[in-house]
Structures are given as C-alpha cells and as structure tokens.
C-alpha cells in the first residue's frame, strides 16, 4: 500500500503543472538556470530589461536594471551586438559570483510596438540552413543571422576565459526570439546553453520547436497573463512554440508542460482577451530604462485596440475549428 501511495504522489507531481505563489516567491538572490524558480526568473528579467538601456549605462553596468538586485551587480559587460538594418541590440558579459556568462537581446521599443505586432500578423516561414522541414520567422531570421558575426566571437571567447560558467540566453519581446535563434546556434557550435524569456512570439515551426529544446540545457519561455506576443504569429499560419512555458496568471506561476509548448492549460487558453499591457510589465517591472512610470490609464490605452489578427472571417473560424486550432 505504502508504494501504491507513493507512486501515485509521483503520478501527480509528472502530469500537473507546478504552480507557483506570487506571494510566496522564494529568495532572490537564489539564481539556478536548471530549474525554474522566482529568484532567477526576476534576475533573467533584470538581465532582459538592460538591454533596453543606453551603451554608455551598459559598459559602465550602472543603467536602472543594472543595480536592482544582488544578483546582477557584479556582472561585467564584454561586447555588444548592433545591426542598424534590423534595429536589433545586445550585450554579452560574466558574472563572476554566479559563475555564468550572460548574453542578453533588446526587445522591440516602445515607439515601434504596436507596429511591430501588426506585422507579426503577415509572417512568413523560411528554412532554418539545412535542417530537414524546420522553419523559422523569415524576419527574425535575418537579424539573426546580421547580428550572429558580432555575437558568436563575443560568446565563444567568454566560453574559452570561462570554461566552467554556465552560459544564459534571455530577451524580452523580439529579443526572446533572437535568443532562441542564438540558443540554437550556440549549440550547433559546441556551446549549449540555457535560455530564460519573456514575452516570446512564435518563431518557428514544429519541428524547429522540437528542435530548440534538443538544443537548449533548459528553456523556460515566460508569459506574463494576458500578454498579446506570445499568441503570434497564429498557429494556424504554421507557428508553434517550444516548451516550457511559465505562465503567470491569478497571482500564480505555472510551470507548463515540459515537453509541450502549446499547453492548452497554460496561456494558450486565454484566446481572444489579450493585453499589450502586459507584455512590457514581466515580474510586476515595466520594462522601459526611465525611472518613469506607465500610469493606468496609459495602460489601459495601450489595451484599447484590439489584436490585429481580430476579428478573424467567418472561413478563418471554421478553417480554425475544424483543424483544432486557437485564432
């Protein structure tokens, strides 16, 4: 009876999400990349959110996100990546208290948001290299591959300073999928490495989601409620995320499935009630460099204007229902 009982507590702790109280978050200062927990989620988070500061905050490491917690102090920037044609940017440096090399992509900023999410409403598939039937986004594809000559350099020297320090990938917005894309080739390249996102948009295909998480020592893709990205491009236009989605909803983070990145439990239910809000305020922190702060009612203007996928046609509902698909 006693390993009946035991193994059906095993049971249940494999097959439901693990849920997280806010309210009950943990230390921060606890930073493992293995295993999500609210400590090193904030810090990815921080990490993130600098990349949306000016250079000279960045080399100095004294920009608003670069001294808000213990955790990233002692960080050391070592490069940064630019490509004007794409409007992409990221540093690369080491914390030496962690024992982790730190490569971090900026976002899409403010002024080109909701532009930015109208076009995600048009993209296309394209063949990630020689990979047999994977594809990835044709735009973020090409600013990975502008940015990556000034990238791998960068990381690949680190690698060989530090051997023994863990390597983290993080972005926020855009910059989570030119993180993926960089997880990706960083494997392809004898470095793998972690990858902690927030507000992710789909980048690839299927396949290049089973993909990602063969290549990722582990991959925690962070969505904030009701946060409008990660829902685009459609699954309907071919796109699919990869696992694990952390989802934070009610006052609660859920750890979804870990082999399954379109968890119908997790944000994926939330079909049509999306927030651009949301996006740009991951761990309660609004994402901007400035000390000033988003009021509600810019908030709330933010969320006025519905998805640019919305509404969907009479034939895009039945072509959806039919296939199972969300719109």
């Known amino acids: 009876m006693r390993s009946l009982l035991l193994s059906l507590l095993l049971l249940s702790l494999t097959s439901c999400p693990l849920l997280w109280s806010a309210s009950a978050?943990?230390?921060?200062?606890?930073?493992?990349?293995?295993?999500?927990?609210?400590?090193?989620?904030?810090?990815?988070?921080?990490?993130?959110?600098?990349?949306?500061?000016?250079?000279e905050t960045l080399d100095t490491w004294t920009c608003k996100w670069c001294q808000a917690n213990e955790t990233t102090r002692s960080f050391q920037t070592s490069g940064f990546f630019n490509d004007r044609d794409t409007n992409t940017y990221g540093y690369a440096g080491y914390n030496t208290d962690l024992e982790q090399i730190i490569v971090a992509f900026r976002g899409t900023e403010m002024g080109s948001l909701k532009n930015w999410i109208t076009d995600l409403k048009y993209a296309k598939l394209t063949p990630l290299k020689s990979y047999p039937n994977v594809s990835v986004h044709d735009g973020f594809y090409q600013a990975w591959k502008n940015l990556s000559p000034q990238v791998m350099p960068v990381v690949q020297a680190l690698h060989q300073q530090f051997a023994n320090y863990d390597v983290v990938v993080t972005g926020h917005s855009l910059g989570a999928a030119l993180a993926t894309l960089c997880m990706v080739e960083?494997?392809?390249?004898?470095?793998?490495?972690?990858?902690?996102?927030?507000?992710?948009?789909?980048?690839?295909?299927?396949?290049?989601?089973?993909?990602?998480?063969?290549?990722?020592?582990?991959s925690f893709r962070h969505v904030n409620q009701r946060d409008t990205v990660p829902h685009l491009p459609l699954e309907a236009m071919g796109f699919f995320h990869a696992p694990t989605e952390v989802w934070y909803h009610e006052n609660e983070w859920r750890v979804c499935d870990p082999t399954n990145g379109e968890d119908r439990t997790c944000s994926d239910s939330q079909y049509f009630d999306t927030s651009i809000s949301d996006h740009l305020h991951y761990f309660n922190?609004?994402?901007?460099?400035?000390?000033?702060?988003?009021?509600?009612?810019?908030?709330?203007?933010?969320?006025?204007?519905?998805?640019?996928?919305?509404?969907?046609t009479a034939d895009q509902r039945r072509l959806y229902r039919e296939l199972g698909l969300k719109f």
């Open 285 to 312: 922190l609004y994402e901007s460099c400035s000390s000033k702060k988003r009021t509600d009612d810019e908030a709330d203007q933010l969320d006025s204007t519905p998805p640019p996928y919305w509404p969907p």
């Open 186 to 218: 960083l494997a392809e390249n004898n470095i793998p490495a972690y990858i902690w996102d927030y507000g992710r948009p789909r980048v690839g295909n299927q396949p290049f989601s089973m993909l990602s998480m063969q290549s990722a020592k582990a």
């Open 25 to 55: 978050a943990g230390s921060i200062s606890y930073v493992d990349p293995t295993q999500w927990n609210y400590g090193t989620g904030y810090t990815y988070t921080l990490y993130s959110y600098a990349a949306y500061c000016p250079y």
